[in-house]
């Protein structure tokens, strides 16, 4: 099932609650359901959602590639490298042109290495990475290669810049942003972000969660 995940939900609630409805709707007392690529609560788009037996497949539909929409806010950090922080660092932004975005972002072309945030639910000696954030504490974390197939700026309105990108599994957009604004020496944390493409599968096919639960109702 192709659903458009709903601002400031997490996935997990998201497969909870089809779970909870598709148990009840058909009076089942146990179905797995589980979900192809976690997206944060503050980011919304494409979730492929299986049950039952199709859930065996979830990795095969975990390496597809993805693809999102979103903003970028440069000359301003946090340490989430997104909104759910505040900013904790500022820098001008004036020293920056076009042509210098550009180059900035031609350069994450290809397989690059990142580090995931610390606010991230990756796992590190059994504690999910947030938990240590949360309580200020910091760990080093190792980088990943990531593939970016594509990455191009759609639209620039200082201090705030759109973008589109395609990369591989496991490509954390939020240190793609961290690390964009690295490069141009002002720093950057991402405002929005939107995952538009699975693979094939398209945001443009899906419903949102409302419509699927009110779909099992008919």
């Known amino acids: ?3 458009n995940k709903p601002l400031k939900w997490t996935s997990f ?3 909870n609650k089809i779970r909870w409805a598709i148990r009840k709707e058909f009076d089942i007392k146990k179905i797995k359901v589980g979900h192809a690529g976690t997206l944060d609560p503050l980011a919304t788009g494409l ?4 049950t039952g037996r199709m859930t065996k497949q979830i990795e095969q539909f975990m390496g597809m590639n993805k693809t999102y929409t979103g903003t970028f806010r440069l000359g301003a950090t946090t ?5 759910e922080t505040t900013v904790s660092v500022s820098k001008p932004t004036d020293h920056i042109n076009a042509k210098m975005l550009a180059e900035v972002c031609a350069g994450f072309l290809g397989n ?3 580090k995931p945030p610390l606010h991230s639910a990756i796992k590190k000696d059994g504690k999910r990475l947030y938990t240590l954030a949360r309580a200020g504490k910091t760990t080093d974390i190792p980088s990943r290669e990531v593939l970016i197939s ?4 759609t639209e620039i309105n200082m201090p705030s810049v759109d973008f589109s990108v395609n990369c591989s599994k496991g490509t954390y ?7 964009f604004g690295q490069k141009l020496g002002c720093g950057a944390h991402l405002t929005s972000l939107k995952r538009t493409a699975i693979g094939n599968y398209q945001l443009a096919e899906a419903l949102t969660l409302d ?5 099992l109702e008919k």
């Open 1 to 3: 099932m192709l659903i």
């Open 47 to 50: 979730m492929l959602i299986c």
């Open 112 to 114: 690059i290495h990142q």
């Open 211 to 215: 419509g699927f639960l009110n779909s």
């Open 173 to 179: 957009i939020r240190s793609l942003a961290h690390d």
């Open 150 to 153: 594509d990455f191009e700026l």
């Open 13 to 15: 609630q998201v497969v």
């Open 79 to 83: 340490p989430s490298y997104d909104l």
